[in-house]
């Protein structure tokens, strides 16, 4: 069965958890209703945090944030480094894209001005720029993140939120154009 997780934003793509594999993807919600999939809908939030768990995984407490330091890839000459964080008061998860040069510098790239259909605004700092992206996931997509990892499935991980953090990244930001090289560098 797939569930719609639906969170607070009005963005056309949102979360979808398949309860036969466990994953979650980042998807347009426009695609589910044209190819006519049997889903229902419930809150990203309903779920509890599989806390201790992911903790015994290598994420690291640092105040009321637990972190993870997830991967680093290049697009184009671009670097992303991906953490995973935790908020524990308020059960919820974040997936934080971070854009560096190659002294590990962030820098900030010029954005579209209609990526909310794509990207809820309130994961974007600024309306015109941004040097990192901070992604509100449900709680049962950190656990299959995780499985992605120890699976070294890189794809999988770049599937898991559209490819719009890696090869559709064109569509935000005029600095790559569609279908950019992605390169991981390291778990």
Do not use: Q
């Not at 699976?151 to 599937?159: A, E, L, P, T, Y």
Request: proline residues 3%; negative net charge; contains cysteine.
């Amino acid at each position: 069965m797939f569930w719609v997780l639906k969170g607070r934003s009005e963005c056309s793509y949102v979360f979808v958890y398949d309860d036969t594999d466990k994953s979650v993807e980042y998807v347009d919600f426009n695609d589910l209703v044209e190819l006519g999939v049997d889903y229902k809908v419930r809150s990203m939030y309903d779920n509890t945090l599989p806390y201790a768990k992911l903790m015994m995984t290598g994420f690291k407490k640092s105040g009321y944030d637990s972190y993870f330091n997830y991967c680093r890839y290049m697009i184009d000459d671009v670097w992303i480094l991906v953490e995973l964080h935790i908020r524990r008061n308020v059960n919820v998860g974040e997936v934080h894209f971070v854009f560096e040069d190659f002294w590990c510098r962030r820098i900030t790239l010029e954005m579209y001005a209609n990526t909310s259909e794509f990207i809820p605004n309130e994961f974007i700092m600024d309306s015109k720029s941004f040097s990192n992206i901070k992604f509100s996931v449900p709680v049962l997509m950190l656990p299959y993140l995780m499985h992605l990892r120890a699976s070294k499935d890189f794809n999988g991980f770049m599937r898991s939120f559209g490819d719009l953090m890696g090869k559709r990244i064109g569509l935000l930001t005029p600095m790559f154009r569609n279908d950019c090289s992605v390169n991981l560098l390291y778990w």
